[in-house]
């Protein structure tokens, strides 16, 4: 896959000692259960991103110039526990170089390490996931590294806040926190979701976007569609607040499954983690330094998120 820099930028921007943006694709689809294809989402977002225009008209920034390293990508898959492995291990190491590091899936599973990592690197972090579906069980088809698995580990070792849901099992209902879980139906009549959901986060916030989020009008191209999701300017302006008010550490967009025919989806994928790159580097010059702020903090990090840490910087 590592043919051609991320969207065809000048080739001395995406060295990895001039880039401040890392971004490894992992073109994972071991346990879906619906449609397959989200192994073929990575190749179809970087396509998309070379045949998009780089300025961006909102920030009037061009945030590529930050630079950006496409990473090798992580292929391992043996199994989704060793796939989990080979994703913590190079997010974390990427993390260390003190980069600001994006992950491209990938079914949702590829999370479990990418947050992993980040709960590794950063005190009180908290995971905000947009998704369709609540992703809270322990165990499913054999594997804790199940797609359905996601942030079942997230749940139980950082502060994590549901946002978007409308599709879960009877069982999830005992993991869920209720308190830090906007379900669609309630997010489309009253927007007190996005101030509430923005009070609940730790300064330090990591990001993972499953794109069946989004309506299945806007984002049909995804393994399993569920109607009533989120539209694009809604999406934007809540990210907006999120990068301006907390500090986030990196993030993750997931189950990307192109689709021939049509390829809007690709070019949303592509378009929305440009925007939250944008956003990220709005007020920091291409010559500022970048520092990350990670911390090592003791490996296995499975303790419960402490609720005294809530609105604590
Ligand atoms: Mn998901």
Redesign the pocket.
């Known amino acids: 896959m590592k043919t051609n820099t991320y969207a065809g930028i000048p080739e001395e921007l995406a060295k990895l000692e001039n880039a401040k943006i890392v971004l490894i694709p992992v073109p994972y689809d071991g346990t879906s259960t619906w449609q397959k294809g989200a192994d073929k989402g990575p190749q179809a977002f970087l396509n998309a991103s070379e045949n998009m225009e780089l300025y961006d008209i909102e920030t009037e920034t061009e945030v590529y110039k930050q630079g950006v390293y496409l990473a090798e990508s992580v292929t391992e898959n043996s199994s989704p526990e060793t796939m989990v492995d080979a994703v913590h291990t190079a997010t974390k190491k990427y993390i260390k170089k003190n980069k600001f590091v994006t992950i491209f899936g990938g079914e949702?599973s590829i999370s479990i390490g990418t947050i992993r990592a980040f709960n590794e690197c950063y005190n009180s972090l908290t995971v905000l996931q947009l998704?369709a579906?609540a992703?809270l069980r322990k165990s499913y088809e054999g594997s804790t590294c199940n797609?359905a698995c996601?942030v079942y580990e997230a749940s139980q070792t950082t502060n994590l806040i549901q946002v978007g849901i409308r599709s879960m099992d009877v069982s999830e209902t005992t993991i869920m926190d209720n308190d830090k879980t906007y379900f669609a139906h309630e997010m489309a009549i009253n927007d007190s979701w996005i101030e509430s959901s923005i009070d609940q986060m730790t300064n330090n916030v990591f990001i993972t976007i499953?794109l069946?989020v989004f309506d299945p009008s806007i984002m049909p191209s995804t393994g399993t569609p569920e109607p009533g999701g989120l539209l694009w300017y809604e999406t934007l302006d809540y990210l907006k607040q999120v990068f301006k008010e907390k500090n986030v550490v990196g993030f993750d967009i997931?189950?990307l499954c192109p689709n021939k025919i049509d390829q809007s989806s690709d070019f949303l994928a592509a378009k929305l983690y440009y925007k939250m790159l944008s956003y990220k580097f709005q007020y920091s010059d291409a010559e500022d330094d970048f520092d990350n702020d990670y911390i090592t903090k003791s490996k296995n990090n499975i303790s419960k998120f402490n609720k005294d840490d809530e609105y604590e910087y």
Do not use: L, N, P, Y
Request: aromatic content about 0%; proline content about 0%; glycine content about 0%.
């Open positions: 949702h998704d579906h992703d797609h996601a499953d069946d997931v189950e």
